[in-house]
């Protein structure tokens, strides 16, 4: 799992709150992805960076909104969140040049929304 | 579209027994298959894949898996499980072009 690492681990925080999640990967990838994992749903593909641009939004809700500076970090920025939000969220990260290549995931981060 | 199924939320096992968990996927064209397990608040952990060539692939910590085309399934399996094995099993696949859609996971309890 060190290939992928993200900050915090764990995070509590209100419904007016601001907050970022971070993502680093030091796998030499070029595509990087932020999953939801709820309790009893499936893993949600949230947002897709490929070589730095956004190639895909899944429906996501304004209150997050990525950021992908370069090909190795990606954040997730957290505002006025609500507590359905609480999840874990994980980041991945892949070569996207050849296909058949597996995501490596962080150990992801607990969001509480109170 | 891409699914997968994962018609089981829950295997139980003796440890020692040999374990199975299934898997079945749609998929337009040749699918990348792949398995990952997931550990208490940790990420997940890529297991094994099939991308062409033989049916049965080998992955880490003594899995296998085995493809098989005509019933569109990517079974999992080990010989002999072990109690450290129990944690949450996930399938996925794969086409060309698309991005990964994951099984809704299946929860392995292995026995002492």
């Known amino acids: 799992e060190t290939g992928v690492t993200q900050t915090p681990r764990h995070l509590v925080m209100g419904m007016t709150n601001k907050k970022s999640l971070k993502c680093e990967q030091h796998l030499g990838h070029n595509a990087m992805y932020w999953y939801k994992q709820s309790a009893k749903k499936p893993l949600e593909l949230m947002f897709v960076?490929?070589?730095?641009?956004?190639?895909e939004n899944n429906s996501v809700p304004s209150r997050f909104s990525p950021e992908c500076p370069n090909s190795s970090h990606l954040f997730l920025h957290l505002h006025t969140l609500q507590p359905e939000d609480s999840a874990l969220y994980l980041c991945?990260?892949?070569?996207?040049?050849?296909?058949?290549?597996?995501?490596?995931f962080g150990p992801g981060t607990r969001l509480t929304v109170t | 579209a891409q699914s997968v199924a994962q018609p089981e939320d829950q295997v139980n096992v003796a440890e020692g027994n040999p374990l199975t968990v299934k898997c079945t996927y749609s998929v337009s064209g040749n699918p990348y298959l792949f398995w990952y397990v997931q550990y208490p608040n940790r990420g997940l952990q890529f297991l094994l894949k099939?991308?062409?060539?033989?049916?049965l692939v080998k992955g880490s910590y003594g899995f296998e898996a085995e493809f098989n085309k005509s019933q569109t399934s990517f079974h999992l399996k080990k010989p002999s499980a072990l109690v450290s094995d129990s944690a949450l099993y996930f399938c996925a696949v794969r086409a060309y072009g698309q991005n990964f859609v994951f099984g809704p996971g299946t929860r392995l309890s292995v026995l002492p």
């Open positions: 960076y490929n070589f730095k641009e956004q190639t």
């Open positions: 099939y991308i062409t060539g033989d049916n």
């Open positions: 991945a990260s892949s070569q996207e040049q050849r296909e058949g290549l597996e995501q490596y």
